[in-house]
């Protein structure tokens, strides 16, 4: 051990004040790296604050509503038959006067049924009253059946399937049950969320999104769109592969600047209620990705782009857990593989040997092809709200992660693995 | 701007403090940085990242304790970074691992007759060293790290940190002997 120290001392005082040249172009480069850097930074800092910024804005808004949804149960109901709407039945019924609440038209989804009621209650406000207010001014049930109807009619695209399920006499029974317990308003938001649910069987759409953020780099390194697992079919149209980007001179002179655009797409989906409120959507979705790469350096410069065109299968599964008046928010996770349909690649280089005193100038195009799918896994919220009748606009908000696919060309989806997407689309529910 | 209003400067990104901060301490970390590297280039490459570092994380430097060494610390990481990217690459590790026991007949003589060798020849002999041998010679000797601690770091096992280290002083009494022996006869 003392042998070592000795030579540790024998070195370190050897070579403690030894002091190498530093590179004359150090601080040059490293100036550009450095607002290179902050630029990056300030591009992270505003993807974060936009990101932090929905998130906090969807927890607020569901902290804001969610309560208030569940500070009432849903309507109880406890009987099951049809029976003839005649004054004396309608009469019988009021001396029994039942304060139970019905079960069997409870609605599995609580908050719902509840949002129904608060939808409905300025519209209700002249129909709901005490059974012992003013019975004599108005007759309650044939006002509230009337109303119904016309909430039915309003709501749903096919009125006669509601009406298979609760007939019109039964409807009227249990609205006048409901008032002389002071709960008539359940009821109602009761039927008006069944309508609802029955409009969510089937839903087709189209969307159209795209990532929140592009992705860029500069380096002292050259770089290429083309990735280390490049076919070596490919190498065919080339007259110098991109390894010779850098060889005309010291690759620390050289500026590399690559650029991927954000990933623009549009498709038509299609969903289906699976089971109370989920859905499965699905469909075909087309998307455009660009790149470039700039590759400058004393002696050349050469630019790379690519344009690539996909078109993917998703399949996601939507979970509406909250509705604000007519507005359904929805959780969704999914996937989706995606295969590209066309591409093109271009090259353009520009070399000039002023020692020489010669230069050339060199274009190159050729169609290119992914080896492998693409693959992604997404998780997002969204917002769904009906603009007419049967109409929804609907936006989405999420995250994507795309796996490596090894493939010959390098696209945002390769060099980005996580990315902020924003969706919106309109969607017909019947 | 004496180095603790540098350092606050620096802080605040200021441009021209940054490079006054370069300048004053470049050369020493490119010392550091030559020790490290097989060549010049690899080495202006460290510099450049582990400055990059040193201004991005600078605010993280509470003032205890030596600046040189805190910058130190972050271009010998930068190094070692490298060091372990080249592993994974050409996986030199598993070449040099040999047993302690057979290199004690290698190693004879403990003494270093580097006085009379210049300080350019021994980063020379230094950065000639298999890269193995060279990362680990240098964690020893100037980083003062225990074997313990360098297997640990390096992903190996203490033999092999032992074993490695002492083929590099093998290697490097060779080349300092033949050096002495050179200019001896040219002397004469």
């Known amino acids: 051990m003392n042998e070592d120290n000795n030579i540790r001392q024998q070195f370190q005082s050897k070579l403690n004040n030894f002091e190498a040249r530093v590179p004359e172009d150090g601080w040059v480069r490293l100036e550009e790296s450095l607002i290179a850097a902050s630029k990056l930074k300030r591009l ?49 019924e009021k001396q029994k006067a039942e304060h139970k609440v019905p079960a069997q038209y409870a609605h599995k989804n609580k908050k719902k049924a509840v949002s129904g009621i608060r939808q409905n209650t300025e519209k209700e406000n002249d129909l709901i009253f005490a059974s012992g207010e003013s ?24 009125p006669q399937k509601q009406e298979k399920e609760i007939s019109q006499a039964e409807k009227d029974r249990l609205i006048e049950e409901f008032a002389q317990a002071g709960k008539k308003d359940m009821l109602l938001a009761a039927l008006e969320t069944g309508a609802k ?113 996909y078109l993917g299968i998703p399949v996601n599964v939507n979970y509406y857990f909250l509705s604000i008046h007519k507005l359904d928010i929805y959780a969704s996770l999914g996937g989706m593989i995606e295969k590209d349909i066309h591409g093109e690649f271009r090259r353009n280089r520009n070399s000039e040997v002023k020692e020489l005193n010669s230069s050339s100038s060199k274009q190159e195009t050729i169609s290119v092809k992914q080896d492998n799918p693409q693959l992604s896994i997404n998780a997002g919220f969204g917002l769904s709200y009906p603009i007419y009748k049967n109409l929804n606009l609907y936006g989405k908000i999420g995250g994507a992660y795309y796996f490596e696919t090894n493939n010959p060309y390098k696209t945002i989806y390769s060099e980005q693995k996580i990315m902020l997407d924003l969706n919106l689309g309109l969607r017909v529910e019947f | ?27 020493k970390m490119m010392t550091v940085c030559l020790r490290y590297c097989k060549n010049e280039e690899t080495a202006r490459d460290l510099l450049h990242d582990g400055f990059i570092q040193v201004f991005t994380h600078i605010s993280s430097y509470a003032g205890k304790g030596s600046f040189q060494g805190w910058l130190r610390r972050i271009f010998v990481n930068v ?24 290199l004690e007949d290698d190693y004879q003589d403990n003494r270093f007759d580097i006085e009379n060798i210049s300080q350019e020849t021994v980063m020379q002999m230094i950065q000639e060293l298999p890269t193995g041998y060279r990362t680990i010679f240098n964690l020893f000797i100037f980083e003062e790290m225990p074997h313990k601690e360098i297997a640990k770091l390096l992903g190996i096992n203490e033999a092999a940190s032992r074993s490695q280290f002492y083929r590099a002083k093998t290697q490097l009494q060779k080349k300092i002997s033949v050096l002495l022996e050179r200019n001896k006869r040219q002397a004469q």
């Open chain 1, 44 to 92: 992270r800092s505003r993807w974060y604050i936009g990101s932090a910024a929905a998130v906090l804005a969807l927890l607020i808004g569901s902290l804001l509503f969610f309560p208030t949804s569940i500070e009432d149960p849903s309507p109880i109901i406890t009987q099951q038959k049809t029976i003839p709407q005649t004054e004396e039945h309608k009469k019988s």
């Open chain 1, 135 to 158: 019975p004599a001014k108005l007759n309650p049930v044939e006002k509230s059946s009337s109303e119904i109807e016309r909430t039915s009619e309003k709501d749903q695209s096919s």
């Open chain 1, 197 to 309: 649910t029955k409009n969510r069987n089937t839903g087709i759409g189209i969307t159209g999104g795209g990532g929140m953020l592009s992705s860029e780099r500069t380096v002292n390194a050259p770089m290429t769109l083309r990735s280390a697992s490049a076919n070596p079919k490919d190498k065919e149209h080339y007259s110098s592969p991109p390894k010779q980007l850098d060889l005309t001179s010291n690759p620390a002179d050289n500026i590399a600047e690559m650029e991927h655009a954000q990933p623009v797409s549009l498709g038509i989906t299609v969903s289906k209620v699976v089971f109370d409120n989920l859905s499965v959507e699905t469909g075909l979705v087309y998307t455009y990705l660009y790149s470039k790469t700039k590759n400058t350096n004393i002696n050349s410069d050469t630019k790379e782009t690519l344009h690539i065109h």
């Open chain 2, 1 to 27: 701007m004496d180095e603790s209003q540098l350092i606050i400067a620096c802080k605040k990104q200021d441009r021209n403090a940054q490079r006054a901060l370069y300048e004053l301490y470049a050369p």
């Open chain 2, 79 to 102: 190094a070692l970074e490298n060091y372990r990217q080249e592993a994974r690459r050409n996986k030199f590790m598993e070449e040099y691992e040999y047993e302690i026991t057979d």
